[in-house]
């Protein structure tokens, strides 16, 4: 394919968003309304070819693209919209969108040089082209600013060596962003990180999947071991306002704060499905939505899909490629750490409601529980940006001289609504330094926290008071409980004799 394709005349007029978006939910509806093929689409790994070509017809990637190239002209909360709709469908189709958006086209229209948007967006949009990006490494995950896939300049190209694993659409995804660091002359790599865009149709620039891996979930989006040994062209290479640090911060801070949309359908299709299951349901010749546990756990269902509007509302206000993100960590880690627990937790309380009928790859719950799960490690590990939350706010507390949690909180931009609601139950001192595993869970307690808040501007939007009321209520006991974790939490060591002194039998004394 050549890469030289003309660009987008922009001259026609934009669609209305509501008309662009009722072809696209129809187009889904028709996809993945019928139970038959969603149950068999469960089953098998990799999206059907037609089908992913279907969806993309309708243009939803349009979204991240700006006007200028054709695009509906990057709106956040169209985005999060049309990550919504498709998620309540299939959360993989829902991640498929967001890496092609959040983690390819948002910054390469951030980042790149004219003539590159030139070639690629046109592919997007007219050729149904996708696009991932290629970060984490066999030996450098979490530590990904450690990885050792390294450039060098050959002339009018940059050559790029080094292996990644677990990209999303390995094998499938027309283009790539790809990060390296450069080499210097001693072989030695610089601290920076630097993006190359690869487009896999252009010789030099394909990747070599050296192995599928069998994903645990996400069954329709490829994973796997990619050996690169690639020759970009230099104006291939994204540039970066200040560092490339920096603009990778930017890309996954705002990555990470468009998750809501991606929680959202989801999140729906959690509550709805479990009401209507609980209410046909008869267990001991009565409704099972009658049992004050079911409706606790229904309730809680709920919660989660107003919280999720809430950090949907936050983040269509905040999130365009205009901002820079690469200093808003705290309130990104917040909304990416908090909807991606709501979403496992929502499945696996959806499948204990559903019971054994939900334990199956072909039901919706049990799909949710395994397909949820990754998004709780990938963008950034929980445990990781929970305990990035909670040294953010304890090193602030101690820049500001404010030892008493409810106080600072009342003073902080994203915790001070919630301080006046929740902050009777967050009396406490906070000094001295904290172990790794308090700081977690002291994290977890503030992500609660900017929940809370986030809900409160939804309310004073005018969204119903009784889901607002239901969601204040079920994190206010959420919070009580993860204070008193944060508090209480254990600090039982690690036996390292593993479980060899576990025999349990020798113990046991009987009468015979
Ligand atoms: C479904 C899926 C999709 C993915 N998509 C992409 C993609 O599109 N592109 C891409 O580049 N990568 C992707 N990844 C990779 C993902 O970003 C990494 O898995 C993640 O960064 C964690 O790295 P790791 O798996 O090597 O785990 P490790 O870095 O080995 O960490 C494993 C665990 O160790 C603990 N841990 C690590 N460091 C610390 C610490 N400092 N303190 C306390 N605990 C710690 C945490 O519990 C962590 O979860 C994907 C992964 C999955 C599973």
Not at 102 to 108: D, E, N, R
Not at 245 to 264: I, T, Y
Request: aromatic residues 8%.
């Amino acid at each position: 394919m050549t890469s030289t394709l003309p660009n987008t005349p922009t001259t026609q007029p934009l669609e209305p968003f509501q008309a662009f978006f009722a072809r696209y939910q129809d187009r889904l509806s028709e996809l993945f309304g019928d139970e038959g093929t969603v149950r068999r689409l469960a089953l098998e790994r990799d999206f059907p070819p037609s089908l992913i070509r279907a969806v993309l017809a309708t243009k939803p990637l349009s979204v991240y693209i700006d006007e200028a190239h054709g695009g509906r002209g990057g709106h956040v909360h169209e985005g999060l919209s049309v990550l919504e709709a498709a998620s309540y469908h299939s959360l993989a189709l829902s991640l498929t969108l967001g890496i092609n958006g959040a983690l390819f086209l948002q910054p390469v229209g951030k980042y790149g040089e004219e003539t590159l948007k030139q070639n690629v967006f046109p592919r997007f949009l007219q050729h149904q082209n996708m696009g991932g990006l290629m970060i984490t490494e066999p030996d450098y995950g979490s530590d990904a600013l450690s990885m050792e896939t390294s450039w060098t300049d050959e002339g009018d190209s940059a050559r790029i060596q080094g292996r990644k694993h677990w990209a999303g659409l390995t094998g499938l995804a027309d283009f790539w962003l790809m990060t390296a660091r450069a080499k210097n002359a001693d072989g030695s790599l610089g601290r920076d990180v630097d993006f190359f865009v690869l487009d896999g149709h252009e010789p030099h620039q394909s990747i070599v999947v050296e192995e599928r891996y069998p994903n645990l979930g996400l069954y329709p989006i490829p994973y796997g071991l990619n050996r690169v040994d690639v020759r970009a062209p230099h104006a291939h290479k994204l540039q970066p306002t200040r560092s490339g640090l920096k603009m990778m911060l930017d890309l996954l801070h705002r990555s990470r704060v468009q998750f809501p949309g991606m929680a959202m359908g989801f999140l729906r299709r959690m509550a709805d499905d479990a009401l209507k299951h609980v209410s046909e349901r008869r267990v001991g010749g009565r409704a099972l939505a009658t049992y004050d546990q079911v409706k606790h756990r229904v309730a809680a269902l709920q919660s989660a899909v107003t919280q999720s509007a809430a950090m949907c509302l936050f983040s269509s206000e905040r999130a365009g490629v205009e901002h820079d993100l690469s200093k808003d960590g705290l309130a990104a880690n917040i909304v990416k750490a908090v909807m991606t627990d709501r979403m496992q937790d929502s499945a696996q309380s959806f499948l204990q409601l559903v019971g054994a009928q939900g334990y199956r790859l072909d039901h919706v719950a049990g799909r949710a529980v395994v397909d949820s799960r990754p998004f709780q490690i990938f963008e950034g590990s929980n445990d990781i940006l929970y305990e990035q939350i909670g040294s953010a706010v304890v090193n602030a507390m101690k820049k500001t001289k404010e030892a008493n949690l409810a106080a600072f909180l009342r003073s902080h931009p994203l915790f001070g609504r919630a301080a006046d609601s929740v902050g009777h139950l967050l009396d406490v001192r906070i000094d001295g330094d904290l172990p790794q595993r308090k700081l977690v869970a002291f994290g977890r307690l503030i992500g609660r926290v900017g929940s809370v808040d986030m809900v409160l501007d939804l309310a004073q939007r005018g969204y119903p008071a009784e889901r607002i009321n239901q969601a204040v209520d079920d994190l206010r006991a959420e919070i009580a409980g993860a204070f008193t974790r944060f508090q209480q939490a254990s600090t039982a060591g690690v036996s390292e004799d593993g479980t060899g002194t576990a025999e349990w039998s020798r113990f046991v004394t009987t009468s015979a």
